[in-house]
């Protein structure tokens, strides 16, 4: 296991266009998180799965976006009708547990056209 | 909510000297992280800092925890063009990690 993947790396979609992301853990981790950042800005939190619960979801989080992890193994990230607004770095990570280090995939770029 | 704020947001650095760089917290933390990203990459785990007053060095770079458990900074001393990137702090609250908004080093040779 080479560490956190998403795919795909980068993705352009029309304005309305339903999108869905994937990211694959670290295998044994059991916490997942999903995280958009902009551009100068930290990572935003979207939501966090411990196993195939999830936990939390960020108030910030539109009734567009939706996250799925069955089985605790990998997790999608969808956003239907998007926005221009939606344009951003997407980034999943995976830890082993409670108060572990966080280890980052490459994220997926969404641009909203 | 808990929210975790950095400051200064841009840190411009002669190369060889020192700077440092802080982290608030609006509520006390169980842990505190601190991330680097390099320009087009994701955010690397550098340290974790667990204990009120916890102080760890990494070679160059000094992380400390605060007494009360609100706040962190990071010292880099002898700065060189390798710690080029964005220094995120990221607190354990509630549950989840929250990031603040970074601090950027750019480094004049």
């Known amino acids: 296991d080479t560490g956190v993947s998403q795919d795909p790396r980068h993705k352009i979609t029309k304005r309305g266009q339903n999108v869905t992301f994937r990211c694959d853990p670290i295998?044994?981790?059991?916490?997942l998180y999903w995280y958009r950042q902009t551009l100068g800005q930290g990572p935003e939190f979207l939501t966090y799965?411990?196993?195939?619960?999830?936990?939390?979801k960020s108030r910030l989080l539109s009734d567009r976006f939706s996250a799925e992890r069955p089985k605790g193994s990998f997790s999608t990230l969808e956003i239907q009708r998007t926005e221009q607004g939606d344009s951003a770095m997407y980034l999943c990570?995976?830890?082993?547990?409670?108060?572990?280090?966080?280890?980052f995939g490459q994220g997926t770029r969404l641009t909203v056209v | 909510g808990q929210q975790v704020m950095q400051i200064p947001q841009y840190q411009h650095v002669q190369e060889g000297e020192d700077f440092t760089t802080y982290c608030n917290s609006s509520?006390?933390?169980?842990?505190i992280q601190w991330y680097k990203q390099r320009p087009g990459g994701h955010p690397v785990f550098l340290i974790q800092?667990?204990?009120?007053?916890e102080v760890k060095k990494q070679k160059r770079l000094t992380f400390q925890f605060g007494e009360a458990k609100k706040n962190s900074s990071l010292h880099i001393t002898a700065t060189q063009t390798t710690d080029v990137g964005t220094y995120f702090c990221?607190?354990?609250?509630?549950?989840?990690?929250?990031f603040g908004a970074g601090t950027t080093v750019t480094v004049r040779a």
């Open positions: 990570a995976s830890s082993l547990g409670v108060a572990t280090e966080a280890f």
């Open positions: 799965f411990q196993n195939e619960a999830q936990l939390e």
């Open positions: 800092l667990v204990k009120s007053g």
């Open positions: 990221a607190g354990h609250g509630d549950y989840k990690l929250s």
């Open positions: 509520t006390t933390l169980s842990n």
């Open positions: 295998s044994e981790h059991n916490r």
